[in-house]
């Protein structure tokens, strides 16, 4: 056997190992990346909701004193009313009472306003409040779960992952480079054994002759279908020699 293909085919038995114990994990990986996410546009909602509250607050306490100094502008012109000397003083003081007047009942609108954003605000920041706890629990619970898993998976991911590494050290950069290739755009599965005629990978029917070469194990041969790196399949000795004889006859 060629010294590459066998490197090849402990690389792919190490990768579906790792790849393994990786699937082992589920969907918990996703699941708290998710939470995860899910939390972060929560903070980022609760920030921009106590902001919006501080800010109507603000401005209703802004309001109120706006609405006491019209109030007493109004108490003040109203207080004048008893001492004008003439038409044109009353004309001027009425005046300035039905601006007091318009002030008072614009400002007072605000102010209500402003309290019922506030009520809602508040309400709006204890629902996040809510939600936000119980993504946090969860997120809490999963995140242990999946500590735990990779507590005790750890030790053989990374003998696994020295082994491989050790394992691609030995291959040339361009077969590694291939493989690689293969691995990742291929679920994890790049070496594949021949089976009944076929590529194990995608099940494609393999021409005899090319299976005859293949069993050779001699250069690195590939599925012409899903470019796949083929292997030998021992158990495929039987039908071979029956295609052998076939030939011979």
Do not use: F, H
């Not at 001492?83 to 002030?103: C, G, H, P, Q, R």
């Not at 990978?201 to 005859?212: D, H, L």
């Amino acid at each position: 056997m060629l010294e590459e293909l066998k490197i090849l085919v402990e690389l792919q038995s190490v990768d579906g190992r790792l790849l393994a114990l990786e699937k082992a994990k589920g969907d918990l990986p996703n699941r708290v990346l998710e939470l995860q996410s899910q939390i972060e546009q929560l903070v980022e909602q609760q920030r921009q909701k106590t902001a919006a509250l501080a800010t109507t607050q603000s401005q209703r306490r802004s309001a109120e004193g706006a609405l006491q100094m019209a109030r007493e502008r109004k108490k003040k012109y109203d207080e004048q009313l008893y001492s004008v000397k003439n038409n044109k003083e009353y004309d001027a003081v009425t005046a300035e009472i039905e601006m007091a007047v318009a002030d008072i009942d614009q400002t007072e609108t605000k102010i209500l306003e402003a309290i019922e954003q506030e009520d809602l605000l508040k309400k709006e920041t204890a629902e996040l409040d809510e939600k936000l706890k119980t993504l946090q629990a969860e997120y809490d619970e999963q995140q242990a779960v999946l500590a735990q898993r990779e507590r005790e998976t750890r030790s053989m991911v990374e003998a696994l992952q020295q082994q491989r590494d050790e394992l691609a050290a030995k291959l040339r950069k361009p077969v590694l480079g291939a493989y690689q290739r293969i691995l990742n755009g291929k679920d994890g599965l790049a070496v594949v054994e021949i089976m009944r005629g076929s590529c194990g990978g995608c099940s494609t029917r393999i021409p005899p002759q090319r299976v005859m070469e293949i069993r050779e194990m001699n250069q690195i041969r590939y599925c012409e279908s899903c470019g796949r790196i083929l292997i030998w399949n021992d158990s495929e000795e039987e039908a071979v020699n029956k295609m052998e004889a076939a030939v011979a006859a």
